[in-house]
């Protein structure tokens, strides 16, 4: 399975854009950049994903480096709701089971 | 439209009891997956089931631990003789059947919490 490098930590001020890196240098072509986040006490949650282009949503923004190497997942106002542990995600092809990293603890500051 | 339901939503047992953690999908999916969260630690991927068939065991503990998703009903994980060690957080998440490409986008319960004393 292709491995994804994010920071451990993160903070952001509270109404501020936050933007959480994603490394994924081994990505494969048919590999889908996905993200999810957990909440204290609750099950993961799924955030966006995408290929190749840039994705919104109303939760998110995921950018993707024209090479697939990095994505960055943009908050574009974080609010303390969104304090949580983000985990970037790589799959779609080589079967159904999502392998979680460490994952990003972002912390927000009100 | 309810989500994946997930009961108990807290499970205390005793070491050498049985364990049956249920979990309901959201409606319309067919595919079932179960997740462990040890204390402090990441998720971990257990299985994958679909109606009445086992398609990936192979993050299951070789003894004690088992899955079913019958026609009927939920979807069990079943732990036999429990030891402290499987004290954690079990989550159960569902996806449709693949229709399109992101085949790969699972949607969680709340998760059992399940406690060995």
């Known amino acids: 399975d292709a491995k994804t490098t994010q920071p451990n930590s993160m903070e952001s001020n509270e109404e501020e854009p936050v933007h959480l890196p994603c490394n994924h240098s081994?990505?494969?072509?048919?590999?889908?950049i996905h993200w999810y986040r957990q909440l204290p006490s609750q099950g993961p949650e799924y955030v966006i994903h995408?290929?190749?282009s840039n994705v919104n949503n109303r939760m998110a923004s995921l950018a993707i480096a024209e090479d697939r190497k990095s994505s960055t997942l943009i908050l574009h106002r974080a609010t303390l709701r969104d304090a949580a542990v983000y985990y970037c995600?790589?799959?779609?092809?080589?079967?159904?089971?999502?392998?979680f990293g460490t994952g990003t603890r972002l912390a927000v500051r009100p | 439209n309810a989500g994946v339901m997930q009961n108990p939503r807290h499970l205390v047992r005793r070491r050498g009891q049985e364990a049956r953690l249920r979990c309901s999908p959201m409606?319309?999916?067919?595919?079932v997956y179960w997740y462990r969260q040890l204390p402090e630690e990441g998720l971990k991927f257990m299985v994958y089931?679909?109606?009445?068939?086992?398609?990936?065991e192979s993050g299951m503990p070789k003894e004690r631990f088992s899955a079913e998703f019958p026609k009927e009903g939920p979807s069990i994980l079943r732990i036999q003789q429990v030891v402290r060690g499987d004290s954690a957080a079990y989550f159960c998440?569902?996806?449709?059947?693949?229709?399109?490409?992101?085949?790969?986008?699972?949607?969680f319960g709340a998760g059992t919490r399940l406690s060995v004393l």
């Open positions: 998440a569902s996806s449709p059947v693949d229709r399109g490409k992101a085949k790969n986008i699972q949607y």
């Open positions: 089931l679909q109606k009445e068939n086992i398609i990936d």
């Open positions: 995408g290929l190749t």
């Open positions: 081994t990505i494969s072509g048919t590999d889908y």
């Open positions: 995600i790589l799959g779609g092809s080589s079967g159904d089971k999502l392998t």
């Open positions: 409606k319309g999916h067919s595919h």
